[in-house]
T-cell receptor
Framework: SQQGEEDPQALSIQEGENATMNCSYKTSINNLQWYRQNSGRGLVHLIL?????REKHSGRLRVTLDTSKKSSSLLITASRAADTASYFC????????????FGKGMKLTVNP | DTEVTQTPKHLVMGMTNKKSLKCEQH?????MYWYKQKAKKPPELMFV???????INESVPSRFSPECPNSSLLNLHLHALQPEDSALYLCASSRQGLPQTYNEQFFGPGTRLTVL
């Protein structure tokens, strides 16, 4: 079943600009993760934020989590052409199964 | 070694063929996963092995048969597939077995499967 849903579905920006992706989910969670997937390849884990955390940073990435609104955002600062990829949020289900459910994904294109 | 490897990278098979996908990790991870991903869609979980035992089967048709020979290896046996089974098959692993939280998953590059 679909848990996370990214917004927007596609984003095209110029190198150096910031990119913000949003994710909404429906049920209570233990944690929320963001993954990146280059075209036709495996997924790469970017960052994990726990339900009791509000913000987390990793290099040029900043993730926020608002459990009251059941939403998260991923900010990529000073984007590079190499950031061109699809980005997925993934959530588990608090008190339920331990599997991850991925959102629909968002295609980011960074133009040089 | 911090990667998950998958073989083959590409596979073309007929509907009557039997083939296997292989996944390997040497990170000491205790959970391994098979996902199916169609074009422009998110990965969909198929199976989870935790401590070498099948823990989750997401109602996958029996023409897909998983096997975990040891803690480092995960196979997916394919038989009598349909053209709609064509997809990217991703293997992943995570440090802890189920039940687990706070676990990131490490993905292999995938096997691109085409069923004719």
């Amino acid at each position: 079943s679909q848990q996370g849903e990214e917004d927007p579905q596609a984003l095209s920006i110029q190198e150096g600009e910031n990119a913000t992706m949003n994710c909404s989910y429906k049920t209570s969670i233990n944690n929320l993760q963001w993954y990146r997937q280059n075209s036709g390849r495996g997924l790469v884990h970017l960052i994990l934020i726990r339900s009791n955390e509000r913000e987390k940073h990793s290099g040029r990435l900043r993730v926020t989590l608002d459990t009251s609104k059941k939403s998260s955002s991923l900010l990529i600062t000073a984007s590079r052409a190499a950031d061109t990829a699809s980005y997925f949020c993934a959530t588990d289900t608090q008190g339920g199964s331990e599997k991850l459910v991925f959102g629909k994904g968002m295609k980011l294109t960074v133009n040089p | 070694d911090t990667e998950v490897t998958q073989t083959p990278k590409h596979l073309v098979m007929g509907m009557t063929n039997k083939k296997s996908l292989k996944c390997e990790q040497h990170m000491g991870h205790r959970a391994m996963y098979w996902y199916k991903q169609k074009a422009k869609k998110p990965p969909e979980l198929m199976f989870v092995y935790s401590y070498e035992k099948l823990s989750i089967n997401e109602s996958v048709p029996s023409r897909f048969s998983p096997e975990c020979p040891n803690s480092s290896l995960l196979n997916l046996h394919l038989h009598a597939l349909q053209p709609e089974d064509s997809a990217l098959y991703l293997c992943a692993s995570s440090r802890q077995g189920l039940p687990q939280t706070y676990n990131e998953q490490f993905f292999g590059p995938g096997t691109r499967l085409t069923v004719l």
